[in-house]
């Protein structure tokens, strides 16, 4: 599912997760682990104000394990918990619960002391379309979906799904915006598969893949497609390829479009082993 996002729309889903929030202790922003900068939401803060959230980091087996493990001490940094999770195996289930009753403990213990009696965390689940959220809501759920009544104030009668004893998981994620503030954001929205290819210029993606893979990854742009060297022109570079792959049009010439299309395919479909596309040294938190 690809949102189209207008102002009215952005609006709209601000105002959902607002009203949500009211009914949750801790939010669990779901990210992608190859860009937790880029798939973040960018007024999320704004939107949740004071609301303690604890970041997930899904789909890490996709993502490269060492800049993961950068990615969660930049975090740290900022005060922040993050966790590397894969919704879709079921990896970092457990953790999750854990990191939520860490995250709220001192809460907790307060409210213990005012003879408050102890109740399961409620939390939800925020992200942009597409990062896992009906996944995560899956694994967590596994039977446990539990019906109640209607919560004043939501228009919709909320359900919570027990997950353990200690944490009950809204049934229904935000959904927020990804961020459009400029093309490289764009380019990497669409290689890990976040917004439609027809939004942007596939050839234009491609040559941002290949100068990203030629600047961070060029021992495996050069294995992948047998070469000795990059060429410094990218035209040299898709020709190369074009000829390796068979992307030739009539006459003779690249079909720089085919080419195009087989350099992102390669790129989603990690032909060039796990990659991250947001750096923490470069895109902080
Ligand atoms: P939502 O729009 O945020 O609810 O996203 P979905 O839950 O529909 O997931 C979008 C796609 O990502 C689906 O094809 C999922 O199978 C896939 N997916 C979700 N989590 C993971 C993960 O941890 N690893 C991998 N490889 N794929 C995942």
């Given amino acids: 599912m690809t949102i189209q996002w207008f102002p009215g729309h952005m609006a709209k ?5 607002t009203e949500k929030l009211k009914l949750v202790d801790i ?38 394990q060492r800049l993961t493990k950068k990615w969660i001490e930049a975090y740290e940094d900022r005060g922040l918990k993050a966790l590397a999770i894969n919704a879709q195996a079921g990896n970092g289930m457990k953790e999750i619960v854990k990191a939520a ?17 102890p109740r399961p965390v409620r939390a939800m689940i925020i992200g942009i379309p597409n990062v896992g959220k009906s996944t995560l809501i899956n694994r967590l759920a596994k039977k446990n979906i539990a019906k109640t009544g209607n919560t004043p104030g939501v228009t919709r ?6 997950v353990g004893k200690e944490l009950e998981l809204l049934d229904t994620p935000g959904i927020l915006w990804p961020k459009f503030e400029d093309p490289e954001t764009g380019y990497k929205l669409a290689l890990t598969g976040a917004i439609k290819d027809t939004l942007l210029n596939m050839q234009d993606i491609a040559v941002f893949g290949l100068r990203y893979l030629e600047e ?32 030739i049009a009539q006459g003779g010439d690249t079909d720089y479009d085919k080419t195009a299309d ?24």
């Avoid at 990218?234 to 190369?240: G, V």
Wanted: proline fraction near 6%; include cysteine.
């Fill in 216 to 247: 961070n990854y060029p021992d495996r742009l050069m294995e992948r497609y047998e070469l000795s060297e990059i060429p410094d022109d990218i035209d040299h570079l898709f020709d190369h390829i074009a000829s390796q792959r068979g992307c």
């Fill in 101 to 117: 009753q860490e995250i709220l403990h001192e809460k907790r213990e307060r409210q213990k002391a005012k003879g408050l009696k």
């Fill in 157 to 162: 009668a909320q359900q919570w799904i027990k």
């Fill in 262 to 285: 087989v350099i992102v395919k390669d790129l989603r479909t990690q032909k060039f082993g796990t990659i991250t596309f947001d750096l923490p040294d470069k895109d902080p938190v």
């Fill in 27 to 64: 939010i669990f922003e779901l990210v992608d682990a190859r860009i937790p900068i880029s798939s973040s939401n960018p007024m999320l803060q704004d939107i949740i104000q004071q609301k303690p959230r604890l970041i997930l980091l899904n789909k890490a087996d996709m993502a490269d």
């Fill in 13 to 17: 889903a601000r105002r959902e997760v």
